[in-house]
């Protein structure tokens, strides 16, 4: 994939999440089955980084636990990022004070830098990195493994980078919604394997780029850059097949 292409799905999906983010919220009002299996592997008092936290939902259910670890969640959508903060109240919360509990920062993954935010003498390393429903955003696997590599440096020794894809092929319904590509001004060739494009229905009618990752590649993706495979399950969905979950360990 050429970068103005990348660049194009890159935007599209950035409109998609600024136009849409109350609509998008309001369906991500709980967590995924697959989610709160995860969860059972982080300790109260482990650091988090959650990349596309969305309307911090993860967060409200760590403090429910108990959570008093750091959390540090990043998205670039500034308007799920105001309903994470509103939602989840806290002292801690200026992006210009990383010596707090909780925090919701701007970032854009796509940016080759995007970890200068946490900077800070109290962010990293972290224990665990989650990113649940957030590589298959990423157009290209040039910026897939950028955005791996940097996260492993930000883990502690023996980290785990935990995370999920949607897997909508599974899904007849879903797959009923798949546009052509000349919906974003782009053909078939102007993309990569596993390309997909698909509309949004709630609230006005929208585009989003997805890329559906086998579980061979997604094994790949993690010897690429520096991480073990530890565990792979799917879950979520009728039938527990809307998501392929990893567990990755920092080698």
């Not at 972290?126 to 157009?139: E, Q, R, S, T």
């Not at 883990?155 to 909508?168: K, M, V």
Request: charged content about 20%; hydrophobic content about 40%; glycine content about 8%.
């Amino acid at each position: 994939m050429n970068e103005k292409t990348a660049h194009h799905l890159l935007d599209l999906n950035r409109q998609f999440y600024q136009t849409f983010a109350l609509q998008f919220s309001a369906t991500r009002q709980r967590l995924q089955p697959g989610v709160l299996q995860v969860l059972k592997r982080i300790q109260l008092t482990n650091h988090i980084l959650d990349l596309g936290c969305g309307n911090g939902e993860l967060a409200r259910e760590l403090a429910r636990r108990g959570h008093s670890g750091r959390y540090i969640g990043l998205d670039f959508s500034s308007e799920l990022l105001k309903h994470a903060r509103l939602s989840n109240p806290s002292e801690f919360q200026d992006e210009d004070n990383l010596h707090g509990d909780q925090h919701f920062l701007p970032a854009n993954l796509a940016d080759p830098d995007w970890d200068r935010i946490l900077a800070g003498a109290a962010a990293p390393p972290f224990d665990f990195i989650l990113a649940f429903a957030v590589l298959h955003h990423l157009p290209g696997v040039e910026l897939r493994r950028q955005v791996l590599r940097i996260s492993h440096n930000l883990l502690a020794n023996q980290g785990y980078f935990i995370h999920s894809e949607w897997q909508f092929l599974n899904s007849p319904r879903l797959v009923a919604r798949l546009q052509p590509w000349s919906e974003a001004e782009l053909t078939a060739e102007d993309v990569d394997p596993g390309d997909y494009l698909l509309d949004w229905r709630r609230g006005g009618s929208g585009l989003r780029y997805v890329h559906f990752f086998s579980e061979d590649e997604l094994n790949n993706l993690a010897a690429e850059t520096g991480f073990q495979v530890v565990e792979s399950f799917h879950s979520d969905g009728d039938g527990g097949e809307l998501g392929l979950y990893q567990i990755w360990k920092s080698a």
